[in-house]
């Protein structure tokens, strides 16, 4: 991946670990609508909420909120308090490239690797495909 990146932008080449906490409701209201509470720690501590994907779209489109806490511990409790409970804990090894405006992630889980782009839309995460020579119709998102 970073030999097919480098030419076009920068590299973030160290892999980062990072343990992810998701929570919800005790009855699963949230993973039922497709939204996802998570804090996650790695060299920061940062609480994001997504919501669900719009329907219709070539890639995964969701609202997201995300936002660096200063104690990763606190904030756990904070959201157990609130009655949300730890419903997946999983750590990854994440890489990121930078191909000009698209992000390219690279995720390294105990079951296997994942790669996630992220661009300002679905035609510049296509053309990043594209350049990395993968093909566009077998992508996991449609």
């Not at 919501?51 to 756990?76: L, M």
């Not at 995460?125 to 119709?137: E, F, N, T």
């Amino acid at each position: 991946m970073r030999t097919a990146c480098s030419p076009w932008g920068g590299v973030r080449p160290c892999a980062r670990l990072e343990t992810n906490l998701r929570f919800d409701t005790p009855n699963g209201q949230l993973a039922r609508s497709r939204q996802v509470l998570r804090l996650r720690q790695d060299a920061d501590a940062r609480l994001t909420y997504k919501g669900p994907a719009q329907p219709g779209e070539e890639v995964s489109i969701r609202k997201e909120i995300e936002f660096t806490v200063g104690n990763f511990d606190a904030a756990r409790h904070f959201l157990e308090a609130l009655g949300y409970q730890v419903s997946v804990t999983y750590e990854k090894y994440r890489t990121t490239y930078q191909m000009d405006i698209v992000e390219v992630v690279l995720d390294e889980l105990p079951y296997g690797k994942l790669r996630r782009d992220r661009g300002p839309d679905a035609k510049a995460v296509q053309v990043a495909a594209l350049l990395l020579k993968l093909d566009w119709q077998a992508r996991c998102y449609r």
